[in-house]
């Protein structure tokens, strides 16, 4: 051993005790505003992608809801203002009469459900007397929560 030179500790030049392991403070500053600028850009992009998915998912269950009351109108009988209610024709498009049932019947996927909702930040079908007509999100008013039609449990929230 040379004289002069300390036990343990770090040797500057060797190679092997030349810097303790780890992150300096700036490099985990650095790491921590590049997570966040990504963080701020994603937030918006993804809450974006949800918004439209799910006026995608209602545009679709209204044209099949609105499908079923075309083809029941064309081999039953046309559903009118004196049908009922919205649940009331959702009812009869989910039937299969047991004796004589009318071809093609039902008209909804036997895994449609009737979910009323009058939550502002879903969208809702109401029944107009001779269509279902879509209220959007934002809207005011109750009806067929679209996003849980076909039994999903998916929420714009």
């Known amino acids: 051993m040379r004289t002069g030179a300390k036990r343990g500790g770090s040797r500057r ?3 092997t005790f030349s810097r303790r392991a780890g992150f300096s403070l700036v490099e985990m500053i650095v790491v921590i505003a590049f ?3 990504v963080a701020a850009i994603a ?3 993804m809450s974006n992608v949800v918004q439209s998915s799910s006026y995608g998912i209602a545009k679709r269950n209204m044209r099949l809801l609105n499908g079923a009351v ?7 009988a046309e559903l009118t203002n004196a049908s009922g ?9 989910c ?3 047991a004796t004589n049932p009318s071809p093609g019947s039902p008209y909804l996927p036997p895994n449609a459900v009737f979910v009323s909702s009058s939550d502002s930040a879903t969208y809702r079908a109401t029944w107009n007397g001779r269509m279902f007509k879509l209220v959007p999100a934002g809207t005011g008013g109750s009806g067929l929560d679209l996003l ?7 929420s714009t929230n």
């Open 13 to 15: 030049g060797s190679g």
């Open 43 to 45: 937030i918006p992009v």
């Open 85 to 93: 209610a919205g649940q009331a024709v959702f009812t009869l498009l």
């Open 95 to 97: 039937t299969r009469a």
């Open 148 to 154: 849980k039609l076909m039994g999903s449990s998916s």
């Open 35 to 37: 997570l966040a600028i």
């Open 70 to 76: 075309i083809a029941y109108n064309e081999g039953v």
